[in-house]
């Protein structure tokens, strides 16, 4: 029997250890060259792009020789502004990339020692970035899409009267529903794109702004997709008789809001207002699950570095 991927050395290839001994300017140092790895670890200038940058003796800052302008190692980058040490910030993007299913913010402030706020905007500036990741995500191939309805329940009173369905009206509020639909590819290990929306009708206007024509798309039985045979060719799965059939199958897109399910309840409960971070969360960190822990590390950090400063950054001042 094959050993599973996460058992397996290949996928053991990060140490806390050699992570934690960092002094505070190797931290800087792995930093920088992550940041401008295009560069081969030389700075470069993020205002005009010019390589030609040095560095000033007095403070970590460099100088740009085309536009004569200062920039950091994290300038228009999430990190833009930051307070924390580099030593830290690895640390916590190493916590926070880890996990398959997610690290609440109340754990990951104790495992960082610092404030509940300072971990909440840097989750969120993190997700912030995982956002930008799912839109620019291209899909090929076959696909399986799905819909999934969060949120809206409205707790009952203590007694009950008379049994009802606790999912329908009135103990669901649809002003307070969040709607989630799931792109994915067919594929093995196949890339997931997810988009938000307040109802339904969202699914096939999704569909058609991201799915090539006569594509292979498989989904349930929904009435909402039914057009789809005019564009794609279309399979589908009746659930109401069978999960799965030579003809059609939707288990890999399906997976996926399992998976969901599992980060809920890592987290306890998702307000309205930040579910959607949670579920870009979600489908970045299932497009890599296949990924070593290292390539997670380096990776995040690399695509954080580039992703453009946050609309968090300066967030505790505004509110």
Not at 137 to 152: F, K, M
Not at 210 to 220: A, K, L, P, S
């Amino acid at each position: 029997m094959a050993q599973h991927f996460l058992l397996s050395a290949k996928f053991r290839d990060f140490s806390w250890q050699g992570l934690y001994d960092l002094t505070e300017e190797e931290a800087y140092q792995e930093f920088c060259a992550i940041r401008f790895a295009e560069n081969d670890g030389h700075a470069f200038c993020p205002h005009c792009g010019c390589c030609d940058a040095y560095a000033l003796k007095t403070r970590r800052v460099f100088k740009c020789g085309a536009c004569k302008k200062q920039f950091s190692a994290t300038s228009k980058t999430i990190f833009a502004d930051r307070k924390l040490p580099f030593k830290k910030l690895l640390i916590a993007i190493a916590l926070f990339a880890m996990p398959s299913c997610g690290l609440n913010t109340v754990d990951f402030s104790a495992d960082l020692n610092v404030q509940y706020k300072t971990a909440f905007v840097l989750a969120q500036k993190l997700r912030e970035f995982m956002r930008k990741h799912n839109e620019g995500l291209e899909l090929g191939g076959a696909v399986a899409v799905d819909g999934s309805q969060w949120g809206g329940f409205i707790r009952p009173k203590n007694v009950r009267k008379e049994p009802t369905d606790h999912f329908k009206v009135p103990y669901t509020n649809p002003k307070r529903e969040k709607y989630a639909v799931a792109i994915r590819e067919k594929r093995q290990n196949g890339k997931v794109k997810v988009f938000i929306g307040h109802e339904q009708k969202i699914g096939p206007q999704v569909v058609y702004a991201t799915i090539y024509g006569g594509t292979e798309v498989h989904t349930d039985a929904g009435a909402w997709w039914n057009d789809f045979e005019v564009e794609y060719d279309h399979h589908v799965i009746n659930h109401r008789t069978q999960f799965t059939s030579p003809e059609a199958c939707t288990n890999t897109v399906e997976s996926f809001f399992a998976h969901m399910e599992k980060i809920q309840q890592e987290y306890g409960a998702i307000a309205k207002q930040q579910f959607e971070g949670f579920v870009f969360e979600g489908a970045w960190r299932l497009n890599h699950a296949k990924a070593t822990r290292n390539e997670r590390f380096r990776g995040l950090v690399a695509a954080v570095a580039m992703s453009g400063e946050s609309r968090m950054r300066g967030y505790w001042g505004r509110y």
